[in-house]
């Protein structure tokens, strides 16, 4: 009911938009771009209801609308493949937001997340040189840190991903749920088998781990582990240009020292 509201929001302003209401202000161009800031607004908004609604579907249609009406706006961009990306099409988020974020003026938010598109489509190599991009002018950013230690899991770099899933730690931002993170980062000392320290890590989430099942599906498979064991790194070190993901994940094949894995972890990926 409230995403049939957004709409009837949405359609009724972008209606007023275009046939110009009655009245001084929507007769001048300050006006009309007041009605068109609006429709904006809205569509902007009902997508983020959509979105912490958990509504992919409805989300990814404000966006394109968003993006539609200003293909070269980065914010529309960026939501747009983000909502692609969350949604499986893959391919379709890499032609929206490729280009824009290889232009010499693009900014951290474009880099990162075509990052984290090039991830999502195995395209690992690629995916660490974006978000190396992202982190080159000395940014802080946790996101650009937790994409480059994600493409380093996919290349089996599973040490220098340990590091960079430190680094994304220490800039999280404190409103945000760390369960993410902590997640990945034990998964990085996991698939190096260092169990103890993984289990110690996994620990310092808080109460909003509990409405993760990867995270408790993961935590229950650690602490059944003993301490020597080994933990398949849960990324492909495919370096395949194919893009064959369904929105799940990558699928985790076993890789250098895991002969004797006892088990996978999964990433958490936002």
């Not at 480059?148 to 960079?164: H, P, R, V």
């Not at 980062?185 to 909003?208: H, P, V």
């Not at 240009?241 to 002969?259: E, H, L, Q």
Request: charge should be positive; hydrophobic fraction near 40%.
């Amino acid at each position: 009911m409230k995403n049939i509201l957004a709409l009837a929001l949405v359609s009724s302003l972008a209606l007023a938009a275009c046939s110009g209401m009655p009245g001084k202000a929507s007769s001048t161009r300050g006006g009309k771009m007041d009605n068109k800031a609006s429709v904006a607004g809205a569509i902007a908004s009902a997508a983020a209801d959509a979105e912490s609604g958990g509504n992919t579907a409805d989300a990814l249609t404000f966006q394109q609308k968003l993006y539609y009406a200003d293909p070269r706006n980065p914010e529309y961009i960026l939501s747009y493949a983000r909502a692609l990306r969350r949604a499986g099409k893959i391919e379709d988020a890499l032609l929206v937001i490729r280009t824009p974020a290889s232009e010499k003026r693009a900014k951290e938010p474009l880099k990162t997340e075509a990052a984290m598109v090039l991830i999502a489509a195995g395209r690992y190599d690629q995916a660490m040189e974006f978000a190396q991009g992202a982190l080159s002018k000395g940014s802080k950013s946790s996101a650009a840190h937790q994409a480059l230690a994600l493409s380093m899991s996919g290349l089996g770099k599973n040490a220098e991903a340990e590091e960079q899933f430190r680094e994304a730690l220490k800039y999280w931002p404190e409103d945000l749920d760390k369960t993410p993170v902590i997640n990945n980062l034990a998964m990085a000392l996991a698939a190096q088998g260092k169990i103890s320290e993984a289990r110690a890590i996994m620990s310092q989430a808080t109460g909003e781990a509990l409405k993760s099942e990867v995270y408790q599906n993961n935590r229950a498979m650690l602490d059944s582990l003993k301490d020597r064991d080994i933990v398949v790194s849960p990324i492909t070190t495919s370096k395949s240009s194919t893009v064959t993901n369904t929105g799940k994940g990558p699928r985790p094949p076993m890789t250098k020292g895991t002969a004797t894995a006892k088990g996978r972890m999964k990433p958490i990926i936002e």
